[in-house]
């Protein structure tokens, strides 16, 4: 398998993830499906998920020349 290249400048590109911290817990970004909705008084500042939302880890890949982000959610199998 070929190691992907930048889209910007050509270099190679390095696997890896964007952190997120929620309540002091840092996590992997995550991609959910519809749009946000506030998640109320109990939530203030957060948001609440629909019911049967599919999450999906994102993936993120940076580029070793320019920094370039190049980020994808896709399903594990």
Do not use: N
Not at 21 to 31: D, G, M, P, T, V
């Amino acid at each position: 398998m070929r190691k992907p290249a930048c889209v910007k400048c050509g270099q190679s590109l390095e696997k890896g993830y964007v952190l997120d911290s929620a309540h002091s817990s840092l996590q992997q970004k995550r991609w959910v499906e519809g749009e946000p909705t506030p998640g109320g008084f109990w939530h203030a500042g957060g948001l609440k998920l629909q019911k049967g939302a599919r999450i999906i880890p994102v993936i993120t890949w940076r580029c070793t020349g320019c920094g370039y982000l190049e980020s994808y959610a896709k399903p594990e199998r």
